[in-house]
């Protein structure tokens, strides 16, 4: 997959088209991401024992053909790869060449 967590994406179909927002998550093997504050949904959870009934908003994943990563001007792109003469490779947008700076998040320990 080619998006990333913290790509700047805009959506492109769908009830909140036309929003561009940050990608939170990725789920390679479905092929949606989760892109924050979009496609939200509200669900209703009832009251368990002594705990109140509540309304929570949820986003939920949206497929990854939905949305478009926005590059350095400002333009809905595509991402492509160029490979290095080490033979690592770089992402790169494809209208404008330039390499996509890649930000390091920090991931959440797993519980057990």
Known sequence: MKLRVGDQVLVTAGKDKGKTSEITKVFPKELKVLVKDINIYTKNVKPVGERAGETVRRERPMDVSKVAIINDKGQRDRVGYKVKADGTKDRIYKKTGKVIETK????????K
């Open 104 to 111: 390091v998040v920090a991931k959440v320990a797993a519980k």
